[in-house]
């Protein structure tokens, strides 16, 4: 699989590179093989964009209605397909749990940074004016990277 992704075979080669490296030898780990081949170029593009941010800020949007009761609207909303090509943008939360289930990233749920964006308020905007449902609140939660996966990103770094 990684042989038709350029991507993921610059993170083999840079992972190779630092294993050579005596600066960064120390944040290899024998695992990180194993990583790399559960990636898809998509999860390698997040990680790269990763390489400069601390973390991804996301909303999960929730309702509610007197005929509809409580409603998830929508989950883990984030901004990346703004910011990095994805070849399958639909595929964007599943990507992000992967990461997580890999221990790249973890899931801090209702962690707010303070950083809502305009996307964000034009998004529930537009909610609120498509969908008859009055009440809508957001949960302003990140994704931030693990310890092991600073780690991972160190080694793969150029």
Do not use: C, W
């Amino acid at each position: 699989y990684s042989h038709s992704s350029e991507e993921l075979r610059e993170l083999y080669a840079n992972l190779i590179v630092s294993s050579m490296d005596i600066d960064k030898k120390e944040f290899v780990h024998p695992a990180f093989v194993d990583i790399l081949k559960k990636l898809t170029p998509d999860e390698a593009r997040i990680i790269e964009y990763l390489k400069n941010q601390n973390y991804i800020h996301y909303i999960d949007i929730r309702g509610y209605s007197p005929d509809k009761g409580a409603v998830v609207i929508q989950d883990h909303l984030t901004t990346l397909h703004q910011t990095i090509h994805l070849d399958f943008p639909n595929n964007e939360l599943a990507y992000l749990q992967n990461l997580v289930a890999i221990g790249l990233l973890q899931d801090n749920v209702g962690l707010n940074m303070h950083r809502s964006t305009t996307y964000f308020k034009k998004h529930v905007d537009t909610l609120k004016k498509k969908l008859s449902i009055p009440d809508i609140k957001t949960i302003e939660s990140v994704f931030s990277l693990t310890n092991f996966g600073q780690m991972f990103v160190t080694a793969i770094s150029e």
